[in-house]
């Protein structure tokens, strides 16, 4: 089969002869992919910053596909199912599973404890081969996957395995309280998703930051938010601090992660040397700028080493700090719900739709932000035809 | 002064979320109390293992299920079986691991050269991508590099020349 197949930091390409997934386990399902999307988690792994990402490992966690073949103990699934496929991997029994800790699973993922399962992302996250594929094999296929509704759009769908629930939860998780200013740090597609969903919490303002105009100027369209260019004010702390009467948000969201821009630093530091686990710039921002007894919610994803952080200034302003990967099942059925009423719309965020057979340019222009670039689509040749 | 839900009447949805009773919210929102049965649950069966797997010393064997892409080989196989024996609490664990990728990436090459590929790294670097969306920077790029190893060819010969004057002498 066609896929996606990883050389090394910046290097990637689209084999014609990756052998097919079989499946491995009773509760395994095989589904051809029909959409599988590039994620900002995904950079961090193309930019060689994610320990033990294999030469020839196949990434992709957001995809949809129709399931064509299924383990002897599948119930839910039959062939022929159209599947949207959470990017989690999680057997639904164990004590994690039972609290919704989705992407905290502790039966798929052998390499390391403090995640569980992700399809495609390094043997950090268990060694499992994506969806930027034509085929991928589905671990615990009756707990994650989800059959698409008939009314639901494919590009609405195949959004709903990572970037809209993880927007949601990071709103969620910011506690926010009616009235609530809301600092998002990051307009890429999961910054601009939280952005719009915390209005559905009741926020009473909600800003936006990034260095990237073109993103800037969609977020405030689409998310109905201020929207700010870090690099036009001198001290973005500072800011925020004026802009809420010398207190600091109510919230602040993280969804940058550690690729962060704006401080020579942890630039150096964090992505040019690897002395830390990424850049930390965006939640250095998020800790200075909240409010003292305020929320800072982290969804921006970074390395397992260690950051540099103003963890005294947490200590003395009281910050509340809640962070993890999205439990994306859980949230299902609200944010269906949610995209039936109007209230979410999330497939105007695409902005490319690329042959899967191109996936080195795609990675290339997502990586460098060319061509106004929010979120790309890969699709497949048998989705094409 | 404080706003109205009607002066967010713009905003499809507003508030229609916002619960007082989101406290403690996620990640313990569901609680249970589940996790003090600790490993005594009722486990998924096992996938077999047919390829080297390795796990973290920080659990007592694989978990259920798990990947099978690309099993640990060669010097990066070596090193990361070597990671492993650090807990991921470790340095050692994780610059182990990145040392084995970096060393994995020439491995790569080998490999595709031993199955009579030769890689074309400008395309698996998107550069096409780069000279259609970014044409300027990418040929800046070019010229910089032509010019840095232009002088620095340049300042080598100029060196090995006045070395072989010196052995004259
Ligand atoms: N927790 C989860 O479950 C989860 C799921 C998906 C993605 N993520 C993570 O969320 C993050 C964002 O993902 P994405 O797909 O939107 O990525 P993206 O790369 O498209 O967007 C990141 C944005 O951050 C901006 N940025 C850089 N430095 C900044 C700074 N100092 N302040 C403000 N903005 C800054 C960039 O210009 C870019 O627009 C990544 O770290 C990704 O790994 C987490
Ligand atoms: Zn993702
Ligand atoms: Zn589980």
Known sequence: MIAMNF????????????PDPVIEHPEDAIVRVTRSCICGSDLHLYHGLVPDTRVGTTFGHEFTGEVVEVGSSIKNLK?????????????GVCPFCKQELYGNCHESNPEATAVGGIFGYSHTAGGFDGGQAEYVRV??????????????????????????????????????????????????????MAAKCSWLFGAGRVIIIDQLEYRLEFAQRFAQCEAYNFRSLSDPVLFLKKTTDYFGADVCIDAVGCEAAGSTLQTI?????????????????????????????????YGPTGNLIPIGNVVNKGITIRANQASVKRLLPKLIEHIRAGRLNPKEIITHRVPLEEVSDAYHIFSRKLDNCIKTILIPPSARA | MKKKPEDYSHIKGWGIDA??????????????????????????????????????????????????SSPPSGLSGLIRRHAFTYSEGNWGHWLSLILA?????????????????????????????????NKKGAIQKVVTGVLVTTVAAGLLYQLTRKKKKTNWL
């Open chain 1, 7 to 18: 050389r090394g930091p910046f290097r990637v390409r689209a084999d014609r002869n990756k």
């Open chain 1, 79 to 91: 062939v022929g199912d159209h599947v949207l496929v959470p990017f989690n991997i999680a057997c």
């Open chain 1, 139 to 192: 671990p615990f296929a009756d707990v994650g996957p989800m059959v698409i509704p008939p009314d639901l759009d494919l590009d609405d769908a195949v959004l709903l395995t990572d970037v809209v629930p993880t927007g949601y939860q990071a709103a969620e998780m910011g506690g926010i309280k009616e009235g609530d200013t809301v600092v998002v740090f990051g307009a890429g597609p999961v910054g601009i």
């Open chain 1, 269 to 301: 530091t964090g992505r040019k040397t690897l002395l830390q686990a990424g850049s930390a710039t965006a939640l250095h921002w998020a800790i200075n700028s909240v409010k003292k007894g305020g929320i800072v919610s982290i969804v921006g994803v």
């Open chain 2, 19 to 68: 619960d007082p009773e989101n406290e403690p919210t996620y990640p313990i929102k569901k609680y249970t109390g589940d996790d003090h049965q600790r490993l005594s649950y009722a486990k998924p069966p096992q996938q077999p293992s047919k390829v080297e797997i390795l796990h973290s010393n920080e659990r007592p064997g694989l978990t259920s299920v798990f990947g099978t």
């Open chain 2, 101 to 133: 990728d970096r060393i994995n990436v020439w491995e790569g090459i080998a490999s595709d050269l031993l199955h009579g590929h030769i890689p074309n790294i400008f395309a698996e670097r998107g550069w096409n991508a780069e000279l259609k969306y």
